[in-house]
């Protein structure tokens, strides 16, 4: 469903691209998740799904359609501005209201403690049992991939996938 060939994103002043030749497939109806240290260029990756970051060099697709000529609004969410597990729970819940066949997450867990992390966690896996959405997780925290993803993607400087596999594979 969403295809990154060979996208490179650089950043005027910066000696080097944020991600470079970054080319990977987020199947449709599954949990990605997007792992690495920081400035491996998860969110960058994440954000040119949307157009929320343009692509230097290369093409993102939905569909087989270049997100270039896609409504960019269309393509968003724009969450509130609340604080704690209660603003997630509602992030998670508008961002579904639409009922979008893509849900783009980054760090959506980092900012609430670890029982409200658990519990948004089981909510997330519950509802995509039965939604089965494609959804592409930015995180840190392997534990949580290994939780939510059917895939992860461990990414280095660069955004070069330097491991891809299942929670079996890994």
Known sequence: M????????????????AV?????????ASVTALVGASGSGKTT?????????TPTAGTVSVDGR?????????????????SGGQAQRVGMARALAHDPRILLMDEPFGPVDPVVRRSLQ??????QSWLRKTVVLVTHDMSEA???ADRILLLSAGGRIEQAGTRRSC
Not at 20 to 28: G, L, N, Q
Not at 47 to 52: A, G, S
Not at 71 to 81: C, H, I, K, M
């Open 45 to 53: 990756v994440l954000r040119t799904v949307n157009r929320m970051v």
């Open 20 to 28: 470079e030749a970054v080319s990977c497939r987020f199947p449709d």
């Open 146 to 148: 290994f939780r939510l």
């Open 122 to 127: 089981d909510l997330l896996a519950e509802l």
């Open 2 to 17: 969403i295809e990154l060939r060979d996208v490179t994103v650089a950043y005027p002043g910066t000696p080097s691209p």
């Open 66 to 82: 270049d997100v270039a000529d896609l409504d960019a609004v269309e393509l968003r969410r724009y969450p509130g501005e609340l």
